[in-house]
C-alpha cells in the first residue's frame, strides 16, 4: 500500500486513532492528523489522501453553530462520496456521516457507556469487512446520540439499546456508532479524562477500566481484520 494516505480528524485530546492508527502503520499506509477543536483547518477536498476516517468526540452532529467546523468535515464527507473515497466514521464520526448524507441524528433515550454487545445482521456476512468475522462481539460504547440510516444505506450491526450500530453506505463508506479502534491505553486515558461524566452517568471508572482489559484484548483481532480490509478499499 507503498505511497496511501488517509486523513484522519480528531475532535479531542483523547479522542485518538488508537488500534486504527496501528494498523495502517503495519499495513504502511500515512495517517495525517487534523485537529479542528484546536484551529486546524479541515479541508474543502480530500486532494492527495486516499481515504478519511472521521474520530469520535463530545460534540453532537447537530451542534453546527457551537462547533462551526462540524460542517466543514460533512461536506468533506460529501465531497469524498463524489471522488469515490473511502471513509471510515468511529462513534462521532460516523454520527457525522449519516448527518452529511441526508439521515437525522438526535439525542437517545439513554447513554450506552461500557461494554456491550454488537450483533451483526445476517447481510453482513456478504460485506467486504465484515464477512467471516464473528456475528456477535463485545466493544466499547461511549455516547448519548443515535443516528438513523442514509436513504440508500444498509444497516449492518445492531445492539441491545441502539438499533443501528453500524451502517454501510456506497461500496466504500462505513460508519460504526461504537468505538472499534480502543485499546487499554487509550481506554485508560480516556476514562481518567472523564471521572466526572462517567459517574454523572452511572458508571464506575474503575469497572470501565477493568471492562476494558478483560474485553478488548479478544476483539482485537477482529478489529485489526476490518481495518486491515478497509484500507485495502484505498
Known amino acids: 500500500m507503498k505511497d496511501k494516505s488517509v486523513l484522519f480528524i480528531q475532535h479531542g485530546e483523547t479522542d485518538k486513532p488508537g488500534l486504527f492508527g496501528e494498523v495502517l502503520d503495519a499495513v504502511g499506509v500515512k495517517l495525517s492528523v487534523v485537529r479542528p477543536y484546536e484551529g486546524e ?7 492527495g489522501y486516499s481515504g478519511l476516517c472521521i474520530g469520535g468526540g463530545a460534540q453532537g452532529a447537530y451542534e453546527l453553530e457551537k462547533f462551526p467546523y462540524l460542517a466543514a468535515e460533512c461536506a468533506l464527507v460529501r465531497a469524498a462520496t463524489v471522488a469515490d473515497r473511502p471513509v471510515l466514521g468511529l462513534c462521532l464520526g460516523a454520527q457525522l456521516m449519516a448527518s452529511a ?16 454487545e454488537v450483533t451483526l445482521d445476517p447481510i453482513s456476512r456478504y460485506d467486504p469487512l465484515w464477512c467471516g468475522v464473528p456475528q456477535t462481539f463485545v466493544t466499547t460504547h461511549w455516547h448519548g ?10 444497516r449492518l450491526g445492531s445492539s441491545a439499546l ?3 450500530q453500524l451502517f454501510r453506505y456506497g461500496h ?3 460508519g460504526m456508532q461504537f468505538h472499534l479502534e480502543m485499546t487499554p491505553d487509550l481506554l485508560d486515558e480516556m476514562v481518567e479524562d472523564s471521572h466526572d461524566y462517567l459517574r454523572e452517568a452511572g458508571v464506575d471508572p474503575d469497572v470501565m477500566r477493568r471492562k476494558g482489559r478483560d474485553c478488548l484484548p479478544h476483539l482485537r483481532e477482529t478489529a485489526s ?5 478497509w484500507a485495502e478499499l484505498l
Open 225 to 229: 481484520t476490518v481495518f486491515t480490509r
Open 172 to 174: 466504500s463508506l462505513y
Open 101 to 116: 448524507l441526508g439521515a437525522e441524528v438526535r439525542p437517545g433515550p439513554q447513554r450506552e457507556i461500557g461494554f456491550y
Open 41 to 47: 483547518v479541515v479541508p474543502e477536498h480530500l486532494n
Open 145 to 154: 446520540d443515535v443516528f438513523e440510516i442514509p436513504a440508500g444505506g444498509m
Open 162 to 164: 441502539t438499533p443501528n
